[in-house]
């Protein structure tokens, strides 16, 4: 990626304003994503937030943080470079965990750190993500997503969908 925002690289405007898990809220929902870069909990008694936390802490042990920002769940040195891991409770929602393996992929690429391959994992699923100028591509649209999500003075409206049952931001939209 080559862009520039506001006279900076996108990667140092990325450093300040983006994580991982907001890459993820994108993908899933606009609603979930402005309430959270606006540090709006989520429902911390919901279930699937509890779910997400105890996974966190299981995986804790091979948790290695490179940038404050940069909280993938495993990393593997290969001969060739690395493998980067992501874990998740479920596959449901594939796509917003391979836009956020592939942000933490693009971190690291950034970091001249060689990753030849990421693996987003569930307990019964195991999907690879290369990171290949067609996925850098959408991870692009997610971040300039983002970008115009922050500057919004009110949330995106609510598209209901079946993920809405399991999201912990659902008490502010119905």
Do not use: H
Request: glycine fraction near 4%; aromatic fraction near 10%.
């Amino acid at each position: 990626m080559n862009l520039i925002y506001n006279n900076k690289k996108i990667e140092d405007w990325i450093f300040e304003n983006i994580d991982g898990t907001s890459i993820n809220y994108v993908s899933t929902c606009k609603k979930e994503a402005w309430l959270y870069i606006r540090k709006i909990s989520a429902n911390q008694l919901d279930k699937n937030i509890q779910m997400g936390r105890t996974l966190a802490n299981l995986r804790g042990e091979d948790k290695r943080d490179i940038f404050d920002i940069l909280k993938f769940d495993k990393i593997d040195k290969r001969k060739n470079g690395y493998v980067v891991t992501e874990f998740k409770k479920s596959l449901k929602n594939s796509n917003a965990g391979k836009m956020q393996l592939l942000f933490y992929i693009y971190l690291l690429k950034i970091a001249n750190i060689n990753v030849i391959t990421g693996v987003l994992q569930s307990k019964s699923k195991k999907l690879k993500v290369e990171p290949n100028e067609t996925n850098f591509r959408e991870l692009e649209d997610k971040i300039l997503e983002l970008r115009e999500l922050i500057f919004e003075k009110t949330p995106p409206k609510v598209k209901f969908s079946k993920t809405c049952n399991s999201c912990g931001y659902r008490d502010y939209c119905f």
